[in-house]
């Protein structure tokens, strides 16, 4: 099939490109994430539109997971059409992940973890769900406290081996655990390349610890849920909208207690700081989040190319003054956001 749709021309002269860790590696400050929207609830042309005007607009990197959708698995089929009907031509211009490490078949060897068997024969389906024959990055998506780390490691060094994987990287695994991951696969002749935790301005626990060891590591860092899954945008000024994420397939993960009045509170001092930047509060705290250079990439989750474009305009205004997020931090407090709170602190 011929692509009808052509990339822009002029997709590289804006979008800032950062080295990832000590690794040769380059993303764009901002990437697209998989996670909602890209299922089958999500109709193929709207995928269509954000992934294109994403990548018009210089986002080279797609994050994808084994169980995104709804339902499970949904995500990589869309995305592995895209691949075919139009980007073929691009396929060496992307960075293209997808991690195994939640629940996603049934039986014993499909619930999840870091086992040899789960971790590669999730590859294997992802891989095929995809169409390709390697994907760029590889993540363990969570720590496993039921299967020892040299196993897990082990696997992510059988699939860069096999070719089925260029980098590995692991997902919400605490600063001690990261450490470890990164000796074992040291031992294995495969840097880890990148960690990917939750990081937002009501979820700043990467700041104890985990950005510290990355540096030591060399690894980079990929933040996701930098909006909070919408909470820190202006859809929530004004009480629950009838299209937010919780009323919608697959929004679960947005709980009515993360929209406690406590956090809207916050939220609404947060945009009254957004707006003297000239900014939205969604542009503000993609910002927050790249203001840190060991922070590599965040992640962007949209519903529509509208969404996106907004987004990328967060990066005409990358720079704080030391007042401006001194009045941040006031408002910045943990506002129990953080659904990977048990993976990033070893729990089972």
């Not at 995104?68 to 691949?83: D, K, T, V």
């Not at 009838?242 to 929209?259: F, I, K, Y």
């Amino acid at each position: 099939m011929t692509p009808t749709w052509q990339a822009a021309p002029g997709r590289y002269e804006t979008m800032p490109y950062r080295r990832c860790g000590t690794s040769g590696l380059k993303l764009p400050a901002l990437s697209l994430g998989l996670w909602h929207n890209f299922g089958d609830t999500t109709p193929l042309s709207v995928q269509r539109e954000m992934a294109t005007t994403a990548f018009d607009l210089g986002i080279t990197h797609f994050d994808l997971a084994n169980n995104y959708g709804p339902p499970y698995g949904s995500a990589e089929i869309n995305f592995g059409r895209l691949l075919r009907e139009d980007f073929r031509p691009y396929r060496d211009e992307l960075i293209i992940s997808t991690k195994a490490g939640w629940d996603m078949w049934p039986g014993p060897y499909g619930q999840g973890g870091g086992s040899r068997k789960y971790v590669l024969a999730s590859l294997d389906q992802s891989l095929k769900r995809l169409g390709l024959d390697y994907v760029d990055i590889f993540y363990s998506h969570r720590f496993d406290k039921d299967t020892p780390l040299a196993e897990t490691a082990g696997a992510l060094a059988q699939a860069v081996r096999a070719g089925k994987a260029l980098y590995v990287g692991i997902s919400s695994y605490s600063p001690g655990k990261t450490a470890e991951m990164a000796a074992l696969l040291k031992a294995e002749g495969v840097p880890l390349l990148i960690h990917q935790p939750s990081y937002n301005l009501l979820n700043r626990w990467i700041e104890r610890g985990l950005l510290d060891t990355l540096a030591a590591e060399g690894a980079g860092c990929i933040a996701f849920t930098a909006l909070a899954q919408g909470l820190l945008s202006d859809k929530y000024l004004n009480g629950i909208p009838a299209d937010a994420r919780v009323n919608r397939p697959g929004g679960g993960s947005l709980m009515r207690e993360h929209l406690s009045e406590a956090n809207l509170a916050r939220v609404r001092a947060l945009h009254a700081i957004a707006q003297r930047r000239g900014q939205s509060l969604a542009q503000m705290a993609l910002a927050w989040v790249l203001r840190d250079p060991r922070v590599t990439t965040t992640l962007i989750g949209a519903s529509s190319a509208a969404q996106i474009r907004e987004n990328v305009a967060a990066l005409q205004n990358l720079h704080f003054s030391a007042e401006e997020l001194a009045e941040i931090d006031a408002h910045a407090q943990d506002g129990g956001v953080d659904l990977w709170r048990a993976p990033n602190t070893d729990w089972a």
